[in-house]
């Protein structure tokens, strides 16, 4: 199953710029992660919010949750080429699992 | 730093070999995985373990099996190899006693089943 779900499916956007990710779940959590994906690699963990927290920042990244609403929300400040690309959000499904969405494809064009 | 390796990061088999993906992990962490991921599909939950020789299946276990030996190894198999099998396989580990629930991912494996 599918909990998180991202939009925009893909953006594209100049260096320089922010970008925005948002990511929508179904069911309550205790916390929330952002990871990345480089194309043809594996998946890098971000940043995780916790239920309790409506923001937070690491470095470039700021990503608020707002749990009345069940979304997330990913920017990216001052985007660079090495910022290109996949974001997925993940939430915890039992035990152990982690639910991912499908990602955002993020490109910077320079 | 966690490290999480697989064996290989491409793999060309063909339709009905029986083929093994592997997966090690350094920071003696309990829990392994196993995904598949698909353009427009995201990333499936194939298997996990959550502990030596222990294994749950995931959401699309049909077609594969896994063996967990040893805490640091997670293998997962392909008993007959068919065509929509070909994908990006990603192995990733956990730590139960971790604070948080950070999965550590493998750099991938794209099999290609002709």
């Known amino acids: 199953s599918q909990q998180g779900e991202e939009d925009p499916q893909a953006l594209s956007i100049q260096e320089g710029e922010n970008a925005t990710m948002n990511c929508s779940y179904k069911?309550?959590?205790?916390?929330l992660q952002w990871y990345r994906q480089n194309s043809g690699r594996g998946l890098v963990h971000l940043i995780l919010?916790?239920?309790?927290?409506r923001e937070k920042h690491s470095g470039r990244l700021r990503v608020t949750l707002d749990t009345s609403k069940k979304s997330s929300s990913l920017l990216i400040t001052a985007s660079r080429a090495a910022d290109t690309a996949s974001y997925f959000c993940?939430?915890?499904?039992?035990?152990?699992?982690?639910?991912f969405g499908q990602g955002t494809r993020l490109t910077i064009n320079p | 730093d966690v490290k999480v390796t697989q064996s290989s990061r491409y793999l060309v088999k063909r339709t009905g070999e029986k083929v093994f993906l592997e997966c090690v992990q350094d920071?003696?962490?309990?829990?392994m995985f196993w995904y598949r991921q698909d353009p427009g599909l995201g990333l499936r939950l194939i298997y996990f373990?959550?502990?030596?020789?222990?294994?749950e299946k995931g959401d699309i276990p049909e077609g594969y099996s896994v063996s967990r030996e040893k805490k640091e190894r997670f293998s997962l198999i392909l008993e007959s190899a068919s065509t929509n099998q070909t994908s990006m396989y990603l192995c990733?580990?956990?730590?139960?006693?971790?604070?948080?629930?950070?999965?550590?991912f493998g750099p991938g494996t794209r099999l290609t089943v002709l």
């Open positions: 919010i916790r239920s309790n927290e």
């Open positions: 373990s959550y502990d030596v020789k222990m294994k």
């Open positions: 920071m003696d962490h309990e829990n």
């Open positions: 990733a580990s956990m730590s139960w006693t971790s604070s948080t629930d950070t999965q550590y």
């Open positions: 993940a939430t915890r499904e039992g035990a152990q699992k982690l639910v």
């Open positions: 069911t309550s959590i205790n916390n």
